[in-house]
């Protein structure tokens, strides 16, 4: 089994910033694409980011986050990050990592999320 866990999300004001962590374990064996998604309340689920695990990773972001919002990988970690800058309230949302994972446990890929962690944007 595989488990994705986020960590820090919270409040923040308006032009501030904050910086999200994902860590995958378990019996993996390797991990391909990883990934940010947000929802806020009302809304689907929508891709902020991705980055894939070649080189320095080609990335991918959502036009509304683009020049604020920066996403990394660790790939020795398993990690993923998302540091977002100037943040604004429309950035209020529940925060998922998501990563395609090859386990060693069975073959093939499998698609994996977080639990989400909320960020709440606010004076």
């Known amino acids: 089994q595989v488990q994705l866990v986020e960590s820090g999300g919270g409040l923040v004001q308006p032009g501030g910033s904050l910086r999200l962590s994902c860590a995958a374990s378990?019996?993996?064996?390797?991990?391909?694409?990883m990934g940010w998604y947000r929802q806020a309340p009302g809304k689907q689920r929508e891709l902020v980011a991705t980055i894939t695990s070649s080189g320095s990773g080609s990335t991918n972001y959502a036009d509304s986050v683009k020049g604020r919002f920066t996403i990394s990988r660790d790939n020795g970690k398993n990690t993923v990050s998302l540091q977002m800058n100037s943040l604004n309230p429309e950035d209020t949302a529940v925060y998922y990592c998501?990563?395609?994972?090859?386990?060693?446990?069975?073959?093939?890929?499998?698609?994996?999320w977080g639990q989400g962690t909320q960020v709440t944007v606010s004076s």
């Open positions: 998501n990563a395609n994972v090859r386990t060693a446990a069975r073959p093939g890929w499998y698609n994996y």
């Open positions: 378990g019996s993996i064996a390797s991990i391909g694409v």
